[in-house]
């Protein structure tokens, strides 16, 4: 079992900047990927940006050249700079890491962006 725990989440304004983190714990020797996918009130989950064990990196077109991804492995832990936030990126934000085959959540941390 891998836990995640999620961090950064909060308001902005247009324009701003926010940084989330995602903390993996218990069996994570092996975890191939590590992303974040968004959920927003009334549509499904959808990714937004991955990074796997190689650094191979994958955007949504949406927010490439906003964001950026990252991770660091001894720490076991991902991050997602998001900058120059628009108002259509607010939503709930979850932390996913692949092993095995399975994909692991974590509970989701609330983005809101005001005008």
């Known amino acids: 079992q891998v836990q995640l725990v999620e961090s950064g989440g909060g308001l902005v304004q247009a324009g701003g900047s926010l940084r989330l983190s995602c903390a993996a714990s218990?069996?994570?020797?092996?975890?191939?990927?590590m992303g974040w996918y968004c959920q927003a009130p009334g549509r499904q989950r959808e990714l937004v940006a991955s990074?796997?064990?190689?650094?191979?990196?994958r955007y949504v077109d949406s927010v490439k050249g906003r964001f950026t991804i990252s991770r660091d492995n001894d720490k076991n832990t991902v991050y997602l700079q998001m900058n120059s936030l628009k108002r259509e990126d607010t939503a709930v934000y979850f932390c996913y890491a692949s092993l095995g085959g399975l994909n692991y959540w974590g509970q989701g941390t609330q983005v809101t962006v005001s005008s």
């Open positions: 218990g069996r994570t020797f092996g975890i191939y990927a």
């Open positions: 990074i796997n064990s190689g650094g191979s990196l």
